[in-house]
């Protein structure tokens, strides 16, 4: 276990800056996240703590250790990629003991090694095959495992479930979450999906053109957005969002409020609209709803799929709407 | 999918091209199963009466055979030797990352390019004035100078499709570049060294100039010694085709023998 530190790093590639000056420290032990949209520079924050990239300027720690300078190896640190960067030409136990074997392990420590990750990994009987005989979630839980033998300080996983289909992401997920409960190790998890950030980590940084726009608690970023930014990225569907005389009436020059906050009904004072589209995903069922203010989500009752082209009124929970001010919250 | 016509106009193409190509080696595979009065006979017969008095005749020829072990080891040698040079400058070439390597490249190629005949000269004297004349080693060295290049601008491709991901990986696994070179990019660019190694095999067998110009008789190679058949006498055709086949034997093996690393791949590895 070992914290992370970054102290006004900052990255550029030749005149185009990806980074600017940044701090953040990741707790020991913590499940962190770090998401944004695609070119928002995670993964380029990622390489630097791994050591693939070198800052422009700044400094960096791991576990109170300045690691700039250092070898990725030196830096206690071990990475999943996202393309599962096995070795081909190795079965799946070279590949695991591939790092340990550079190092010069005692081979019975090596095998001991092996045989405790592809015990945590279900690998057992794969482990005499070749990657390109392995199923995408195989290939990944190698990759993960040649991470686990090294028994890093901290682990770095840039967008691993990328390439994988959504029944085996949902899968690895759980799997990953249940190897950081098991080993307690830091863990810097880089992805695009909001979702994947949502349900895995116990904190999520939210970057935004290389800056961060809030560090918390999933549900703390959920409930209280800083910025409109958080508010429309964290959440899915996404947080509807009033502009002009709305939102200066609740006194900001920006109101938010999620589509389960909003009550739909065919009568009663609020937003008036019409139903355009009903989206049914069994559990929930989401009225796309043309409004004075703009199109909206609303989250709705089954009752509701007979009120495709009605006119229907919105009223939004008073308590939980988000006003936002010159791009930050002004409400509690 | 093919439609029926097209698969057959494929295979009319193909043959034709097939035939084209071998046409050649399947009258020198006859002429060397012939006697002198059926390599003359009007008409040309492709099969005539089957005689192994040729094959009898050059692989008892000692200067043949001396010639011929010379070709397996300068072309081993200029194997070995182009490879030596050609993995590591490829590999670095296809890891740089700057405008000169366009430059660079180009500077290989032109090497390659330039006609053999240019270099006859200062060669000739240089050999003379090192003692390399007549030699193996002399050999090896003047083949290298027009097969690394060849080997290199293989080499660049396949060095250039190992993911840089795993790459990464190897780094992060602890890996220096040098052990990123050996255990990670060599294998999986062994198909490309098998393609690149056939290459710098074929062109060293068949190379005539320099081995024309560079040896006299200690060194000489067997597609110069094939000349021995044609002297003031008259040519010894039937001789020159059997010597022909095999000059032939050793690379058709050789292709055949390593042809499964072509079909290689480095699967697998990456999401493709």
């Known amino acids: ?332 | 999918m093919l439609r029926t016509r097209e698969k057959i106009f494929c295979y009319v193409v193909a043959f034709a091209f097939i035939l084209f190509l071998l046409a050649p080696i399947v009258w020198l595979l006859s002429t060397s199963f012939k006697g002198q009065l059926d390599i003359f006979a009007d008409p040309p017969r492709l099969i005539a009466t089957v005689t192994l008095d040729n094959y009898r005749e050059v692989l008892g020829d000692r200067d043949f055979m001396h010639s011929f072990l010379n070709s397996i080891l300068v072309s081993s040698g200029t194997v070995i030797l182009s490879m030596i040079l050609a993995l590591p400058a490829a590999y670095g070439l296809s890891r740089l990352r700057s405008k000169t390597k366009v430059g660079l490249l180009s500077w290989v190629l032109l090497v390659r390019a330039a006609p053999g005949m240019i270099y006859v000269i200062p060669y000739f004297m240089a050999f003379n004035e090192l003692g390399l004349m007549d030699t193996k080693a002399g050999l090896i060295l003047i083949n290298t100078v027009f097969t690394a290049p060849l080997a290199i601008w293989i080499l660049i491709s396949f060095f250039d499709g190992v993911p840089g991901e795993i790459e990464e990986a190897a780094f992060v696994d602890g890996a220096t570049r040098w052990q990123t070179f050996t255990r990670v990019a060599l294998p999986m660019a062994a198909p490309g060294i098998a393609s690149a190694a056939i290459l710098v095999f074929i062109f060293s067998w068949n190379e005539f100039l320099f081995a024309l110009t560079m040896t006299r008789f200690e060194s000489k190679t067997a597609a110069v010694a094939i000349l021995n058949y044609m002297g003031y006498e008259g040519t010894e055709w039937g001789k020159i085709a059997a010597a022909g086949i095999l000059i032939l034997l050793p690379v058709a093996i050789f292709a055949i023998g390593i042809r499964k690393y072509f079909v290689q791949t480095s699967a697998g590895g990456v999401k493709g």
Not at chain 1, 237 to 247: C, D, F, L, R, T
Request: net charge negative.
């Open chain 1, 1 to 332: 276990m070992a914290d992370v530190t970054l102290n006004k790093l900052t990255k550029s590639f030749g005149p185009v800056e990806v980074i600017p000056e940044l701090d953040l420290t990741i707790p020991s032990g913590s499940f962190t996240v770090l998401v944004g949209p695609s070119g928002c520079g995670k993964s380029t924050l990622l390489r630097m703590i791994a050591g693939l990239d070198d800052p422009t300027t700044g400094g960096l720690e791991i576990d109170g250790d300045n690691v700039l300078g250092k070898q990725p190896s030196d830096r206690g640190i071990a990475m999943v990629f996202q393309s599962y960067a096995l070795y081909p030409h190795m079965s799946v136990r070279e590949n695991i003991s591939f790092g340990l074997r550079l190092a010069k392990t005692d081979p019975t420590e090596i095998d001991a090694r092996v045989e405790e990750a592809s015990k945590i990994l279900q690998l057992d009987p794969l482990l005499d095959r070749k990657p390109k005989q392995l199923s995408g979630g195989q290939r990944q839980r190698v990759a993960i495992g040649r991470a686990i033998v090294r028994h890093p300080k901290v682990f770095l996983f840039d967008e691993p479930l990328s390439n994988l289909d959504a029944a085996l992401r949902g899968q690895m997920r759980v799997e990953i979450m249940e190897l950081h409960k098991r080993l307690k190790a830091t863990m810097i998890y880089v992805t695009h999906d909001q979702v994947e950030a949502m349900t895995m980590a116990d904190r999520i940084v939210v970057l935004n053109k290389g800056n961060i726009e809030q560090v918390g608690a999933p549900l703390e970023l959920y409930d209280t957005p800083q910025t409109p930014f958080v508010a429309g990225f964290i959440g899915s569907p996404k947080m509807n969002m009033i502009e002009g005389a709305e939102a200066e009436a609740h006194g900001g020059d920006l109101l938010g409020v999620r589509p389960e906050d909003i009550t739909l009904s065919t009568e009663g004072s609020g937003w008036s609209g019409r139903i355009t589209l009903i989206e049914q995903l069994g559990s929930d069922s989401y009225a796309h709803v043309v409004t004075e203010h703009g199109a909206m989500i609303v989250r709705c009752g089954r009752e509701a799929s007979d009120w495709l082209d009605r006119e229907v009124v919105l009223t939004p929970a008073s308590d939980k709407l988000h006003i936002f001010r010159n791009g930050h919250r002004v409400s509690a």
